[in-house]
């Protein structure tokens, strides 16, 4: 079955200590999305990329950075952690055409990750 | 910033219709959306509406849209139990509510 997959689905690391997150789509899909997500707070978009260009929120701190090597796989990359970065993170992806605005997010399960 | 807001939880019994709400500010929105999330799974689409539409209907749901306040609001008929989980409203441009975690009693 097609589907956005994200690994780890737990992540534990150190206060500064710098943690990657995974994430890998089978819909050969051009838009890939992260969003951040605390506990009763809704899913916060971090960044996406649409193809190679990568379009980043103005409010994500610079802590946060992303790479796409490819179309199937999508990396976040935590420098250094903060204990307020703790959080559920995660990935999308969309098939977005020109000139339509209609965007379905097809989502991984999120990888949950502690800062100890 | 703009914002989208709904309530957080949602208790119902079974066989009674369930009705979620959501508020959104950003007036520019073509499409809002509803995602459904279930337990250790991520968030899938349940359904959605275009903003030129005021009601769309789909088997068990109904989705209103009220452009002028910003409403829209998400009608399960015939809640079931399989039907708990939390749901997500959601814009454009990618903002979303925080969820409502509706519970569906027996």
């Known amino acids: 079955d097609a589907m956005v997959i994200q690994n780890p689905r737990y992540q534990v690391t150190q206060f500064g200590k710098p943690v990657t997150l995974s994430c890998s789509q089978t819909?050969?899909?051009?838009?890939m999305y992260w969003y951040q997500q605390k506990s009763s707070q809704a899913p916060k978009l971090l960044f996406h990329?649409?193809?190679?260009?990568?379009?980043n929120e103005a409010d994500t701190p610079d802590n946060f950075q992303s790479r796409r090597p490819n179309t199937s796989f999508c990396f976040l990359d935590i420098r250094s952690p903060g204990l307020g970065d703790a959080a559920m993170y995660l990935c999308?992806?969309?098939?977005?055409?020109?000139?339509?605005?209609?965007?379905?997010?097809?989502f991984g399960p999120g990888t949950r990750l502690t800062v100890l | 910033g703009e914002d989208v807001e709904q309530s957080l939880f949602l208790s119902v019994r079974e066989g009674d219709s369930s009705v979620i709400n959501c508020t959104y500010t950003?007036?520019?929105?073509?499409?809002l959306y509803w995602y459904k999330q279930e337990p250790g799974a991520g968030l899938q689409l349940l359904t959605y509406?275009?903003?030129?539409?005021d009601m769309k209907q789909d088997q068990r749901l109904t989705v209103l849209l009220n452009k002028k306040d910003k409403h829209l609001s998400l009608r399960i008929a015939d809640t079931q139990t399989g039907d708990s989980a939390i749901y997500f409203c959601?814009?454009?441009?990618?903002?979303f509510g925080a969820g409502t975690r509706l519970t569906v009693k027996p």
């Open positions: 999308a992806t969309s098939r977005v055409g020109a000139g339509s605005a209609y965007n379905e997010q097809f």
């Open positions: 950003d007036s520019s929105s073509t499409y």
């Open positions: 509406i275009f903003s030129n539409m």
């Open positions: 819909l050969n899909h051009n838009v």
């Open positions: 959601a814009e454009t441009y990618m903002r």
């Open positions: 990329y649409y193809d190679k260009d990568f379009n």
